[in-house]
């Protein structure tokens, strides 16, 4: 078990299993376009954003130098090395549930660089960043980036967090 499942008890929450309830919706049939509704309106859209690494609307040019050079203070650790996907999703919404409730402002997530023999880089590497603009964990964070090299360089994101409303 990694020092992160044991500092917050990780392994007890992730193995929960979730409650699933109703059938999926059947899919379209037809080649109508299918009507989703009202559009939503513009100050919303706005307030939707993709993030990507070193970009994001609580990132100013400071705030991105400081987490190029390393000069942030990292207030917990996640280490995804040798989990699959599936666990790894899990720890990081719980770990980024946690640190966000705990009003943590910037932690590390070490994902590896994975580098294969093909020249690939590794699944969870390219995982993480699509996790973190999923819903709920895009509303908990700020942005993110490659941490500096003496945290792990591109095998390691500094995530940003926002402050608990």
């Given at each position: 078990?990694s020092?992160?499942?044991?500092?917050?008890?990780i392994?007890?929450?992730?193995?929960?299993?979730p409650?699933?309830?109703?059938?999926?919706?059947?899919?379209p049939?037809?080649n109508?376009?299918?009507?989703?509704?009202?559009k939503?309106?513009?100050?919303?859209?706005?307030r939707?954003?993709?993030f990507?690494?070193?970009?994001g609307?609580?990132?100013?040019r400071v705030?991105?130098?400081?987490?190029r050079?390393?000069?942030v203070?990292?207030?917990?650790?996640?280490?995804?090395?040798?989990?699959?996907?599936?666990?790894?999703?899990?720890?990081?919404l719980?770990?980024?549930?946690h640190?966000?409730?705990s009003?943590?402002?910037?932690?590390?997530?070490?994902?590896?660089?994975?580098m294969t023999?093909?020249?690939?880089?590794?699944v969870?590497r390219?995982?993480?960043p699509?996790?973190?603009?999923e819903?709920?964990?895009?509303?908990?964070i700020?942005?993110?980036?490659?941490?500096?090299?003496?945290?792990?360089g591109?095998?390691?994101?500094?995530?940003?967090?926002?402050r608990?409303k």
């Amino acid at each position: 078990m990694s020092e992160a499942a044991r500092n917050y008890n990780i392994s007890a929450i992730a193995s929960a299993s979730p409650n699933v309830t109703g059938s999926p919706k059947p899919l379209p049939t037809s080649n109508r376009p299918v009507n989703h509704g009202p559009k939503p309106p513009e100050r919303v859209l706005a307030r939707i954003q993709k993030f990507e690494h070193g970009q994001g609307d609580g990132l100013d040019r400071v705030s991105r130098k400081n987490m190029r050079r390393g000069k942030v203070k990292v207030e917990g650790r996640l280490d995804l090395h040798g989990m699959i996907q599936a666990e790894a999703h899990r720890n990081l919404l719980v770990f980024l549930e946690h640190a966000y409730l705990s009003g943590r402002r910037c932690v590390l997530v070490i994902t590896g660089k994975g580098m294969t023999l093909n020249g690939e880089t590794g699944v969870l590497r390219n995982a993480v960043p699509g996790w973190l603009n999923e819903h709920p964990v895009n509303q908990w964070i700020r942005g993110f980036d490659y941490a500096a090299p003496a945290d792990g360089g591109q095998g390691a994101l500094y995530v940003l967090l926002r402050r608990k409303k």
